[in-house]
């Protein structure tokens, strides 16, 4: 079983940033999970990020956080990072990082939805205030 443990969420002014982590164990081989990031905000659906390889090279980001949210990992400590910069109070909500182990050839289209992931962490909040 793999386990998802989100933290660094917090209560930010707008423009400022904070950086999420996500610590993934749990199986040994992680470096093959395409990896994502999800927000839902109050009386919303879930919705997508960010989706990336592990080792880097494809990312994709929801045109609500390109040029704004980093996606980074660091293998050493089998965790993915999600840097968020000029943070907006649309971007408040619970932010979820999902983990998919079936192989995949990551496309700008074909990780944005939840059903794509196999695994998921709790969640951490991310509050922006104005």
């Known amino acids: 079983q793999v386990q998802l443990v989100e933290s660094g969420g917090g209560l930010v002014q707008a423009g400022g940033s904070l950086r999420l982590s996500c610590a993934v164990s749990g199986r040994t081989f992680i470096s093959s999970y395409a990896m994502g990031w999800f927000r839902q905000a109050p009386g919303k659906e879930r919705e997508f990020v960010v989706a990336?390889?592990?080792?880097?090279?494809?990312?994709y980001y929801a045109d609500s956080v390109k040029g704004r949210f980093i996606i980074s990992r660091d293998n050493a400590k089998n965790t993915v990072y999600l840097q968020m910069n000029s943070l907006k109070p649309e971007d408040t909500a619970v932010y979820y990082c999902a983990a998919r182990s079936r192989p995949v050839v990551i496309t700008s289209t074909n990780l944005r939805s939840e059903s794509e992931y196999d695994y998921w962490g709790q969640g951490t909040q991310v509050t922006v205030s104005s």
């Open positions: 990336g390889n592990w080792n880097g090279g494809r990312t």
